[in-house]
């Protein structure tokens, strides 16, 4: 069946860098976009943007520039997504989703970052 | 600060009927973009319930449906049961910001 596995928890200090992979299965990676998605502890869903898995070119949103990248290992049909300089208020689940425009599905299972001194 | 303006909570007793509204402007549901919804059961990872607009995916029973209408769109869920509850969000995309636009979320409680 379709689906994405994420990589497990990661605990960092402030400061440090943390990579998350999404790996694909189930379909062909390069036929669709992988989104990437963040969940503040008790808040909603933001979008940080997706990354084409058949050229590699990322879209990043707006509050998701600079300290974040989008990357690819097709061979392999897994995304990753690298964040360096990490703040507290980086704490978060960070989600990978398939999709376009339109509809995200199906949802990687979550991984959790923390933060912490 | 949400595109899209959900409720932050709706309840109902088990077997009744509710709705969870999304509103959004002219730059997102309004300039047609489609709109889904997803449902979050506690401590999981979101999973897609209704797509463009009024979609069910294999497998999410006909108790859920959707509608959109204008800038507005609304998730109607009927035959309340206690495993419904979770948190709903709407998603459409919006071209002011080329972005994927989600609401705030509904936290839905089964009385």
């Known amino acids: 069946q379709v689906q994405l596995v994420q990589s497990g928890s990661e605990l960092k200090k402030p400061g440090a860098s943390v990579k998350v992979s999404c790996k694909a299965s189930?379909?062909?990676?390069?036929?669709?976009?992988v989104n990437w998605l963040r969940q503040a502890p008790g808040q909603g869903l933001e979008w940080m943007g997706w990354?084409?898995?058949?050229?590699?070119?990322?879209t990043y949103a707006q509050d998701f520039t600079g300290r974040f990248v989008f990357s690819l290992d097709t061979s392999v049909s897994t995304a990753y997504l690298h964040f360096s300089s990490l703040k507290t208020e980086d704490t978060a689940v960070y989600y990978c989703a398939r999709g376009e425009i339109n509809w995200l599905d199906p949802w990687g299972q979550g991984t959790l970052v923390t933060v912490s001194s | 600060q949400s595109v899209l303006t959900q409720p932050p909570s709706v309840s109902g007793a088990p077997g009744q009927r509710v709705t969870i509204s999304c509103t959004g402007s002219s730059s997102n549901i309004g300039a047609g973009y489609d709109v889904h919804w997803y449902q979050q059961l506690p401590g999981t990872a979101p999973k897609l319930l209704i797509y463009s607009n009024n979609n069910r995916p294999s497998g999410v029973p006909d108790r859920f449906s959707g509608s959109k209408s204008g800038t507005s769109a609304s998730l109607a869920i009927t035959g309340l049961q206690a495993g419904d509850e979770a948190d709903y969000y709407c998603?459409?995309?919006?071209?002011?910001?080329?972005?994927?636009?989600f609401g705030g979320g509904t936290k839905l409680t089964v009385l």
């Open positions: 990354i084409n898995t058949n050229t590699g070119d990322p």
């Open positions: 189930g379909y062909t990676f390069t036929t669709y976009s």
């Open positions: 998603q459409s995309y919006d071209s002011n910001l080329n972005a994927v636009a």
